[in-house]
């Protein structure tokens, strides 16, 4: 080449991480292009629609679904007497899509149909006749745990292990003798012992209420079969591989036989993680339609059937020394469990993190009871049980701190855990700026001024008291080692244009995680934003990866990501450095062109290069493959492990004022530190804090799905509230960078952790504002105004025998 | 089964035909019938603002419009606001500012920041969030939102100066 007696080209160093970097879907979204389950269609596709149970508890006397059949357009009506070995699905197995004998809640599947339009199908519908025998209903978890409750899955099992009522078929359910369906107990330490050497001892019982996921794009999915039998799914599942393993066990057919497509989903906030009576149902409808089969949610649907966040009853007691050295904790909780189990259950795994962990806790113990009532059933929800232990931690931490006239914010400090240390519970904080972000969040929202002279204000004469409060948060940042791998594969193609494919097996869920692979990707490659192609959404293309869920993504599928584009790099540099006749450490890839490492100079551009390879005799084609495994290991039988890579932590500091003739509570602003590592896109970074800031301040104040007697009362947005543009907080952002050693460029998780902490920090505003500790949420008028007028809820607390 | 109807109506530009349920909204007729799917159904109730769209220059819940009230209108989308200036701007705007996440709120938010900023040029922060108060969104807390249409507002106001 003649690029000697060319002027020599320098390219000065440049980072991607750190900038704003807008989202690669964001114009087809803001284009309105971009497609939905919602809006696709295959052809010859039919519209299923299901029945679900009037009835709150009770058994299923017959079911007469000769009208529906006889409708014209119908194509398929089907009943659990029709599905041969319907399986149970769910987290206990002791769920099966369509009921057999019993309903068990509201939202019970009881029958479905497939037609040529969904008003044939609905009509369909209403022509299904379901005679039921009413049963005692159970909706508080206190009394279900009373002996001679009634039962909510009282099958006897076979000595055969067949179903009693369904001989031919599986178990769904194990004759329970209780209704009790998981239970959790965890200990370090001794807390008899550290409440004898404590100076002061709170306890205090909290309330946490049900709010639901709200994903804009309502559930839906299509089943269709090809012509070989195999099974193709289009879903807005978070977790396709954990899906298609379910799936195929499900349907005892072969995994490879069944594909999953994501198309875009319209929001997934946990709410997509567990295998849900629809979706099978969906694929029933298709094999008995024999034609593909679409099933859409309507808003209420959404409302009634989806799962919720886990409401708790939780009682903590906690103690202190007159340094302010914390001593003990003792936490009972009762988990509504509703009818059938899912994610909801599980969420002590977490809860106990924040007890154990999130401060200095010598002596910790923990115990869970989740119950069998005829609510609806609870999932899991963005912050996972975290909401809910953060609650009442940090109530206790404001309470502690006043009983031995420590400064809220010192108290904290002082108990705070730091970078290298192991807790009880064995988790290990390799990166931890908890310290800088309480120190942050304070000092830029002048909380320790605020705080005081709220305090001097709060017997004036104004109606309206102003309110500072302080909530911290720990949260698995590394992923978190559930299954038996916690990984994520990536396939990276470099092809002869210098345009880079990732294939990765991380979903897109809105978080933006395409975006942030593919700037690590550039970065690492020398490449601009624009030279990178993700495929990301079929399980027939993309590595496996374990699904979208405990704010792992960007680390894990980051890491791997990395992994693969390294390897890319080394074989670029490699070829270029037996072209140029230099070592390949010399070399560096910069602006789309491979460079001299020392002087920045511009050998030759990518594209050429990689054409070079490709026609030259030793072809290579730059391709390459990495699996990310996180350094985690799973919790042993006694929860005790170090279950993430790396933790994440935040302080959030909320202001309120609190009008306390109307019982109005407003946030007015909230001061945010987060230690998330590194950030690496800055723009979805901030997306995610403020997404998770206002989700939470709905957690907070508004939102709140009331079921009364098993029944949701407001399954629409009319009346279940979420928090609407005018009334945002102020929100300030400040990122505490630690650099985790573990970290794809240094970043952690962040995900769910904005959420956690706002609800809270609420909490302890309204105290410092009004001088009155509310223990329930939401923060609605009503019940701050009863609060304030001493006409508060009174919970019964919970003893370990109780629970 | 149901009575169809046959009305005729202008959408984003194009005069169309189109024979409807009676019972139908448009918003299914704007999906089903005519097949622009941009229009989000988010709850069938006028409560959250995915299917918003311009009727004779009125930004409306199109669940809650009847097909056959579409009848001698003119009827604008987020499909045929391609061909707007302003919303290319604000379609940029989205994009820069990181107004997207899921993106599933995001074309009914766009149609009503085009007729807010249309029919209120002078609208600050407070404006436009009580101006896309009807539009829910889960992922985003708002906020790019608003600084994302304030962005076009500046942008108009600087460039109207000689």
């Given amino acids: ?803 | 089964m149901s009575l169809k109807h046959d009305i005729e109506f202008t959408l984003n530009g194009v005069r169309r035909q189109a024979s409807v349920r009676v019972d139908m909204s448009a918003l299914d007729m704007l999906r089903d019938v005519v097949g622009l799917t941009g229009t989000k159904y988010g709850c069938g109730e006028g409560e959250c603002g995915a299917c918003t769209i311009l009727v004779d220059g009125k930004s409306l819940n199109s669940c809650l419009l009847f097909a056959v009230d579409c009848n001698g209108r003119n009827i604008v989308t987020i499909e045929g606001l391609a061909a707007d200036a302003k919303a290319d701007a604000l379609r940029a705007a989205f994009v820069e500012y990181g107004a997207v996440q899921c993106g599933y709120c995001t074309p009914g938010m766009v149609v009503q920041a085009s007729h807010l900023l249309a029919t209120h040029p002078q609208a600050d922060a407070d404006a436009i969030k009580r101006g896309i108060e009807g539009n829910l969104c889960r992922c985003t807390g708002y906020k790019k939102i608003v600084e994302a249409i304030a962005s076009v507002n500046a942008a108009d106001k600087q460039g109207a100066r000689p």
């Fill in chain 1, 1 to 803: 080449m003649n690029g000697a007696e060319k002027k020599a080209r320098f390219i000065a160093p440049d980072t991607l991480i750190g900038k704003r970097i807008p989202k690669m879907d964001a114009p087809e979204k803001a284009s309105g292009k971009t497609r939905y389950i919602h809006d696709i269609d295959l052809p010859g596709q039919l519209y299923g629609k299901i029945l679900r149970s009037t009835r709150v508890h009770a058994l299923i006397k017959s079911i007469d679904t000769a009208a529906a059949r006889a409708l014209p357009g119908v194509h398929a009506v089907i009943t659990a007497a029709d599905i041969v070995n319907q399986r149970p699905i769910g987290v206990a197995k002791d769920h099966f899509p369509l009921k057999t004998d019993k309903v068990r809640s509201l939202r019970d599947e009881v029958a479905a149909v497939a037609a040529e339009s969904e008003q044939i199908a609905l009509e369909a519908l209403k022509l299904i006749r379901v005679e039921y025998e009413d049963l005692p209903i159970l909706t508080d978890p206190a009394e279900a745990l009373k002996p001679g409750a009634t039962l909510i899955h009282p099958e006897p099992r076979q000595p055969g292990g067949q179903d009693a009522l369904k001989p031919s078929g599986p178990v769904a359910f194990t004759g329970k003798p209780d209704n009790v369906a998981m239970r959790f107990d965890y200990c370090h330490g001794d807390v008899v012992q550290a409440e004898a050497e404590s100076d002061v001892v709170v306890e205090d019982t909290f309330k946490l209420h049900y709010v639901t996921h709200c994903c804009m794009g309502v559930s839906g999915m299509i089943a269709d079969f090809d012509s070989s039998g195999n099974l193709i799914m289009y879903s807005n599942t978070q977790v396709p591989f954990l899906h298609k393993r379910e799936f195929a066990e499900y349907l005892n057919m072969d995994p490879a036989r069944i594909r999953i497509i994501q198309p875009a989903i319209g929001g997934g906030f946990g709410s997509k993680l567990d295998i849900y009576p629809f979706e099978v149902i969906c694929v029933f409808l298709a094999q008995a339609a024999k034609r593909p089969v679409k099933l859409v949610f309507t808003r209420e649907e959404e409302f009634i059937s989806s799962p919720t966040r886990q409401p708790v009853l939780l009682t903590l007691r906690s103690g202190c020394k007159k340094d302010g050295t914390l001593t003990f904790r003792v936490v009972n909780t009762l988990h509504d469990n509703g009818a059938y189990t899912s994610w909801g259950a599980t969420t002590p795994f977490v809860m106990m993190q924040t007890f154990s962990s999130l401060y200095r806790v010598p002596h910790c113990d923990y115990h869970t009871t989740a119950v069998y009532t005829n609510n609806p059933y609870a999932g899991s929800f963005r912050g996972y049980g975290n909401l809910q232990a953060t609650f009442a931690v940090e109530a206790h931490m404001d309470k502690l701190a006043e009983a031995i006239g420590m400064d809220a914010l010192d108290f904290r400090l002082k108990n705070a855990q730091a970078q290298g240390e192991v807790t009880g519970q064995g988790m290990e904080f390799d990166s931890c700026g908890f310290k800088e972000c309480l120190d942050t969040a304070a000092e830029r929202s002048d909380f320790r001024r605020k705080f005081a002279e709220n305090l001097k204000n709060r017997n004036s004469s104004d109606p309206i008291k102003h309110g500072v409060g302080i909530a911290s948060m720990l949260h698995v940042g590394g992923g978190a080692k559930i299954y038996p791998s916690d990984g994520c594969g990536t396939i990276l193609k470099l092809d002869d244009f210098g345009q880079v494919t990732l294939i990765t097996g991380a979903s897109e869920i809105g978080q933006g995680s395409e975006t942030v692979l593919s700037q690590l990707v550039c970065e690492e490659l020398g490449l601009p934003m624009s030279a990178l192609t993700v495929v990301n959404n079929d399980t027939a293309i993309t590595p496996w990866d374990v699904g979208v869920h405990a704010s792992r993504t960007t680390f894990i599928a980051g890491n791997s990501a990395l992994g693969a584009a390294r390897l890319a790099k080394a074989k670029v540099l490699a070829a270029a450095a037996r072209k140029f006749e230099c070592p390949a450490s010399d070399l560096d890839l910069r602006g789309g062109h491979v460079i001299k490492a020392a002087s920045g100079e511009a050998l030759i551009d990518l594209p050429r290069l990689m054409r070079n390879l490709h026609f030259s005799d030793k072809a290579e084609l730059v391709m390459t493959t990495f699996y990310y495994e996180p350094p985690s290991s799973y919790q042993d039988k006694r929860y005790k492990g170090n279950v993430s890579a790396a933790y994440a932590w935040a302080s959030q500091v909320v202001e309120v004022e609190v009008d306390t003739e109307t019982g109005i509570v407003k946030m007015t602003r909230i001061t945010a530190a987060h230690d998330v590592g590194r950030v690496l896109n800055r723009l979805g970074i901030e997306g995610q804090i403020e997404g998770g800031v206002v989700m939470g301040q709905g957690y907070a104040l508004t939102e709140s799905l009331i079921i009364e007697n098993g029944v949701t009362r407001n399954p629409n947005f009319r009346d279940y509230k979420l928090v609407t543009a005018p009334e945002i907080p102020e929100i300030d952002i400040t990122f505490i960078e630690t650099m985790d050693g573990e970290g794809p460029q240094g970043a952690k998780g962040v995900g769910e952790a904005p959420a956690i902490c706002v609800a809270a920090a609420t909490a302890n505003a309204i105290y410092n504002a009004t001088g009155v500790r509310i223990y329930g949420l939401p923060f609605t008028p009503e019940r701050v105004y009863r609060a304030l007028h001493g006409k508060g809820e009174k919970l019964v607390p919970l003893t370990a025998k109780a629970a």
